[in-house]
T-cell receptor, first 116, second 113 residues
Framework: KAGVTQTPRYLIKTRGQQVTLSCSPISGHRSVSWYQQTPGQGLQFLFE???????NKGNFPGRFSGRQFSNSRSEMNVSTLELGDSALYLCASKGTGETKDYNEQFFGPGTRLTVL | KNQVEQSPQSLIILEGKNCTLQ??????????LRWYKQDTGRGPVSLTIMTFSENTKSNGRYTATLDADTKQSSLHITASQLSDSASYICVVSAQNQGGKLIFGQGTELSVKP
């Protein structure tokens, strides 16, 4: 089956703009998590959505928000972009008790965001 | 505080050699530990996942060990290949935290011909 897909793969924005990233999980997966990865900080958890509800949240400012749709696709939005938001944004989906890959998290290829 | 520390930060080895990467954690109560391989510019890919009762697991040339008493894990790579050049990330999950994952900073492995 198809893996986790993320769009766009690359994005260049300027300070002050806002951006929306999209993630389509593996078919049947209802949990979607978002991570920010930078060379200095490594992988940092942003939030997790399950059945359209935010289930967990990391320590990021309110400029970072997300949502999940009824088909489990998720979007992440960053408003008022700052230079420090330049990073690889990764999405991961996880199976539930109904899927054989329960508790295993599968990552997408990421969206490389550059803020100028 | 739940933390995951990996060592070394970076490692350069010659093709064909073996190497071992280390992961120490303070996550409690422990649920499971995973090793991921991340190629440059790509998402991490799972290599192994181990629960409390498992102390070794292999995936081809990759063998992970877990000592839940000392809260240490290692990833051993046998007969390294150029394609093993990547970042290796240790990730620990705590119980009762909704599956929240705590990530190590990763070890950057470079395999040279």
């Amino acid at each position: 089956k198809a893996g986790v897909t993320q769009t766009p793969r690359y994005l260049i924005k300027t300070r002050g703009q806002q951006v929306t990233l999209s993630c389509s999980p593996i078919s049947g997966h209802r949990s979607v998590s978002w991570y920010q990865q930078t060379p200095g900080q490594g992988l940092q958890f942003l939030f997790e959505y399950f059945s359209e509800t935010q289930r967990n949240k990391g320590n990021f400012p309110g400029r970072f928000s997300g949502r999940q749709f009824s088909n489990s696709r998720s979007e992440m939005n960053v408003s008022t972009l700052e230079l420090g938001d330049s990073a690889l944004y990764l999405c991961a989906s996880k199976g539930t008790g109904e899927t054989k890959d329960y508790n295993e998290q599968f990552f997408g290829p990421g969206t490389r965001l550059t803020v100028l | 505080k739940n933390q995951v520390e990996q060592s070394p930060q970076s490692l350069i080895i010659l093709e064909g050699k073996n190497c071992t990467l280390q992961c120490n954690y303070t996550v409690s109560p422990f649920s499971n530990l995973r090793w991921y391989k991340q190629d440059t510019g790509r998402g991490p890919v799972s290599l192994t996942i181990m629960t409390f009762s498992e102390n070794t697991k292999s995936n081809g040339r990759y063998t992970a060990t877990l000592d839940a008493d000392t809260k240490q894990s290692s990833l051993h790579i046998t007969a390294s290949q150029l394609s093993d050049s990547a970042s290796y990330i240790c990730v620990v999950s705590a119980q009762n935290q909704g599956g929240k994952l705590i990530f190590g900073q990763g070890t950057e492995l470079s395999v040279k011909p």
